[in-house]
T-cell receptor, first 116, second 116 residues
Framework: AQSVAQPEDQVNVAEGNPLTVKCTYS??????LFWYVQYPNRGLQFLLK??????LVKGSYGFEAEFNKSQTSFHLKKPSALVSDSALYFC??????????????FGKGTLLTVNP | GAGVSQSPSNKVTEKGKDVELRCDPI?????LYWYRQSLGQGLEFLIY????????KSGLPSDRFSAERTGGSVSTLTIQRTQQEDSAVYLC??????????????FGEGSRLTVL
């Protein structure tokens, strides 16, 4: 079975400060890891993914995430937050060894609020 | 169309009625997913279609839920004898045959179902 935990329901940061949204995962094999973002009244949008290679992944809008296998984590980060980054963020995982299992398992989401 | 299209965007129904939710995926995408988003519950996987293969129905919560995909394109999610706990946003996503292996999904804006 595969699962994702986002330990914080809400994260609040001041504009210009660095932000981190935490994610830990559990899979039986090696993971594919993803971050998606949902802006108010909008559908989910793909932000970035880790498939293989460099543990530091860079994505859209200046976001990045670091895959840490020993800690089974994939935290989302941004050096300087913008008010427009305020949204609901979802971490997702798929077991690379899942064969025909293409099911993505999502976390419960973390609401990020960036204060001016 | 340019993106994944879902209809209706909002549906209010009475307990016990049947509802149908429609998803039009991105043209050429062979993989189609249905997820359910409830407050505080994150995204719950419901069902996955890939080409002509048998769908993965492992996430359907009860036999009141069913889905079909006609001609490898449009999909309909049907909920029979709706209950109040079925109230949620139902999200559809699609992906191409290649990225289905890595999980970059394109989501519609969802159908918000309210069961009175």
């Amino acid at each position: 079975a595969q699962s994702v935990a986002q330990p914080e329901d809400q994260v609040n940061v001041a504009e210009g400060n660095p932000l981190t949204v935490k994610c830990t995962y559990s899979v039986s094999g090696n993971p594919y890891l993803f971050w998606y973002v949902q802006y108010p009244n909008r559908g989910l949008q793909f932000l970035l993914k880790y498939i293989t290679g460099d543990n530091l992944v860079k994505g859209s809008y200046g976001f990045e995430a670091e895959f840490n296998k020993s800690q089974t984590s994939f935290h989302l980060k941004k050096p300087s937050a913008l008010v427009s980054d305020s949204a609901l963020y979802f971490c997702a995982v798929r077991d690379r060894s899942g064969g025909s299992n293409y099911k993505l398992t999502f976390g419960k989401g973390t609401l990020l609020t960036v204060n001016p | 169309g340019a993106g994944v299209s879902q209809s209706p965007s909002n549906k209010v129904t009475e307990k016990g009625k049947d509802v149908e939710l429609r998803c039009d995926p991105i043209s050429g995408h062979t993989a189609l997913y249905w997820y359910r988003q409830s407050l505080g519950q994150g995204l719950e996987f419901l069902i996955y279609f890939q080409g002509n293969s048998a769908p993965d129905k492992s996430g359907l919560p009860s036999d009141r839920f069913s889905a079909e995909r006609t001609g490898g394109s449009v999909s309909t999610l049907t909920i029979q004898r709706t209950q109040q706990e079925d109230s949620a946003v139902y999200l559809c996503a699609s992906s191409s045959g290649q990225v289905a292996n890595t999980g970059e999904l394109f989501f519609g804006e969802g159908s918000r179902l309210t069961v009175l």
